[in-house]
């Protein structure tokens, strides 16, 4: 085992011991998160960060009850402090809709305090931070959730299993969303800024 994976067993295995019920049944997103750290560190790479007293500001879109969230984040900190050798302090914000269980949140964010955190309660398909504001955004398995239902689907209760007309309809709003979640982050983003996303998708055989 390399000294890189002995290190985010550790960091999966600390965090996981905080608890909330998303928290405690999210090791598939977990696991994506975990398999995407290489993007996520070349994306870092090409982030031009200036040495000053300003903060580092990071937002997570869809943090849930923040367990995977703060595993993230924490990735993206410990990479900028290794590589950017940054003295800047880091604000986090952190993105989810108004009903997300945030006491949970609060309350793994209040058990490590590597980082100054903040909520965030809009939907991120409308503008949640000022404009030229944001140094990096993240996301992960999140965004695959549409701002809205267009239809009901007849033979099932997941949008991938919808035919012809109905199937059609989910990509539109797709489509929308995702150009409306990108339209938003490019308002918030800094020149010069990142923004990190996995996302769900299927390839060409379904």
């Not at 290190?7 to 998160?33: F, R």
């Not at 290489?38 to 870092?44: D, K, L, P, V, Y």
């Not at 997570?60 to 302090?89: L, P, Q």
């Not at 109905?166 to 929308?176: I, M, N, Y």
Request: charged letters at 20%.
């Amino acid at each position: 085992m390399t000294d890189r994976n002995q290190t985010i067993e550790a960091k999966s295995s600390e965090i996981l011991n905080m608890g909330g019920s998303y928290n405690s049944n999210s090791l598939p997103q977990l696991s994506v998160i975990q398999s995407s750290i290489s993007f996520i560190e070349q994306a870092i790479d090409v982030l031009d960060i200036v040495p000053s007293s300003f903060p580092i500001i990071i937002a997570d879109f869809g943090s849930s009850h923040g367990v995977n969230s703060m595993y993230a984040i924490k990735t993206i900190i410990d990479y900028i402090k290794r590589t950017k050798k940054a003295e800047n302090s880091f604000l986090v914000i952190h993105n989810d809709l108004p009903t997300n269980d945030w006491t949970t949140l609060f309350n793994v964010l209040n058990q490590d305090r590597t980082y100054f955190g903040l909520s965030n309660g809009r939907s991120f398909y409308e503008q949640c931070l000022p404009s030229n504001f944001l140094t990096i955004g993240y996301s992960s398995t999140s965004i695959h959730w549409l701002s809205q239902k267009p239809c009901n689907i007849s033979n099932h209760c997941y949008f991938l299993f919808a035919k012809d007309e109905e199937l059609a309809a989910f990509k539109t709003q797709a489509q929308r969303d995702y150009a409306q979640f990108l339209e938003n982050r490019s308002h918030e983003l800094i020149k010069g800024g990142v923004l990190i996303l996995t996302i769900l998708s299927i390839d060409e055989e379904g």
